[in-house]
């Protein structure tokens, strides 16, 4: 006889494609950390069948998920209750299940914000946004609030980039405009912060946003979100041109250990973390 459970806690995120995230090997290093018998399933889940997703997820008794490309916003109608921040961002990627109860947070912004307050404190600064999607509206909604003074946004959806300038105007003091990408971007002078927020260069070195890449110059600070990998073209790109950069890794990380706070009322480790993604992408220090 035995009072030993072997019933893990049960997490994971649902995206597609989800291959290249390297997010599962960072949050089961964190959970082993904290002495977690706890699992995250890295699932690819086709926009058609989110629902039945979640209701699996909800049949199993998941403590939650996490939500990437392209299910940040139609997870929306899924859901019993949002975050307030959430709400204003029109967003979610991270999902607490409580008592069959569906609870959207998100976490895109704040762990970006995290990252970024390493290099730079945002407030005063000018930003400029690649993408309108998901990812694009958390971070521009962080920002703002801050205290960045200029959040300019590119898209190649012209509407789309209006609906985050508006949102910006409604619920932040930052100032905001839209930028016009109907080819070759060129960075205009004196921007603080350039964000890719778009997927270009997931799972792809040579992939980069179609930018002039001589006016990068123009940019004090270049980051991306994309994860894998971690030295996407447009970094390797800024850096030839004297930019600082900043990788998504740092972003990842914070994310996950928001989230895990958030889903299990857990603190986990950044250091075992960091130290997990360096290993996989042979990050030296």
């Not at 920002?143 to 789309?160: E, M, P, W, Y």
Request: with cysteine; hydrophobic share 45%; charged share 20%.
């Amino acid at each position: 006889m035995t009072d030993r459970s072997f019933r893990s806690i049960l997490t994971g995120s649902f995206s597609t494609p989800c291959a290249k995230n390297p997010t599962v090997a960072m949050m089961e290093a964190g959970y082993a950390k904290a002495g977690l018998d706890a699992r995250y399933i890295n699932c690819d889940v086709k926009p058609e069948h989110l629902a039945a997703a979640i209701a699996g997820a909800k049949a199993m008794e998941w403590a939650g998920f996490n939500c990437s490309i392209p299910h940040k916003i139609a997870v929306l109608d899924h859901l019993d209750s949002i975050a307030e921040s959430a709400r204003i961002i029109g967003a979610v990627n991270c999902v607490q299940i409580r008592d069959g109860k569906l609870t959207g947070n998100n976490t895109d912004g704040k762990g970006f914000l995290a990252s970024l307050r390493k290099l730079t404190d945002p407030k005063g600064k000018t930003i400029l946004i690649l993408g309108a999607g998901g990812a694009a509206r958390a971070i521009a909604v962080e920002l703002a609030l801050a205290g960045a003074q200029s959040i300019t946004v590119a898209n190649r959806s012209a509407d789309k980039a209006v609906s985050i300038a508006h949102l910006l105007e409604e619920n932040t003091a930052c100032e905001a405009k839209t930028l016009d990408w109907s080819g070759e971007l060129a960075v205009p002078e004196g921007v603080d912060v350039l964000i890719n927020a778009t997927s270009i260069g997931l799972g792809d070195p040579e992939a980069m946003p179609s930018l002039k890449s001589e006016t990068l110059v123009h940019a004090r600070i270049v980051a991306d979100v994309i994860p894998n990998p971690p030295m996407t073209k447009l970094l390797r790109s800024a850096k030839e041109q004297g930019c600082q950069t900043l990788d998504g890794l740092g972003m990842l990380v914070n994310q996950g250990i928001i989230g895990a706070e958030l889903v299990l009322g857990v603190k986990l480790s950044a250091e075992i973390m960091e130290k997990t993604l360096a290993v996989i992408f042979g990050v030296q220090d």
